[in-house]
């Protein structure tokens, strides 16, 4: 069960503007609500951000745009009578492995396994092969290969909404992924993972490559972010994971 906040009328209109707008600056964060400085609303975010209120601002990553093969990400459940260590050790053999950890179940041990693939039946098959050496003794697996859609809550809702036309037919939003119809350079696609997983200044990015002994400035840094946003490769947005 989420942590119960006592929130202030402000900071619940801030919330529910940073879910609508991800990209506004702190000045305009500043026009959109009723705080009048740039210093209270930058200071109300980091709290958000260290009370766990609020995620982001972070890039969705279209992975049917970063490349002409299909790239998916599979989330697999295994089932497993190894110890917990044994079983993570062979999963890690596993090379395009996003993640993997051992989740609470009364009857069985279950790991939750996360992979990046281009190829779903050869992901399956290594997985089939960890299951005829004992290593898991059963697996499904859910392939993502559609928009993720964040619905961001509204804090002046009704806190218990009615649930009488909770199976009526609705409109489904359009979750389809486009193709790849561009050409990501090395700058491209090194950045992603900066933006994908933090919200990383450029500046910051750009320190950390030259360590590498990269060469890039910052005007190709910025290129490279408005490039991807334009192209719709990736897309940036705030999640809220609250309990009121």
């Not at 497993?80 to 609470?104: C, M, N, W």
Request: some cysteine.
């Amino acid at each position: 069960m989420g942590k119960n906040h006592n929130l202030s009328k402000n900071e619940k209109e801030l919330l529910n503007v940073l879910g609508k707008v991800p990209d506004a600056s702190m000045k305009e964060l500043v026009k959109y609500t009723n705080y009048k400085q740039v210093t209270t609303v930058a200071r109300k975010v980091n709290q958000f951000k260290e009370q766990m209120i609020l995620q982001g601002p972070l890039y969705d990553l279209n992975y049917s745009k970063l490349c002409k093969n299909p790239l998916h990400k599979m989330y697999c459940i295994l089932e497993t009578t190894q110890s917990y260590e044994t079983a993570i050790s062979y999963v890690k053999l596993i090379e395009p492995l996003r993640l993997v950890f051992p989740a609470l179940s009364p009857h069985k041990k279950i790991l939750v396994a996360v992979f990046y693939s281009s190829n779903d039946q050869k992901t399956v098959s290594l997985l089939e092969l960890l299951k005829d050496n004992n290593i898991i003794t059963d697996y499904t697996v859910h392939v993502w290969c559609s928009k993720r859609i964040v619905e961001n809550p509204n804090f002046f809702g009704d806190p218990t909404p009615s649930l009488d036309n909770l199976l009526d037919p609705c409109d489904i939003p359009d979750m389809s992924l486009e193709c790849h119809d561009t050409d990501w350079n090395e700058c491209d696609i090194t950045i992603i993972p900066y933006l994908r997983f933090n919200d990383t200044k450029l500046i910051e990015i750009l320190r950390k490559e030259k360590n590498l002994h990269r060469s890039w400035t910052y005007e190709q840094v910025r290129y490279s972010r408005e490039k991807m946003l334009k192209n719709k490769l990736i897309e940036k947005k705030c999640c809220s994971p609250i309990s009121t």
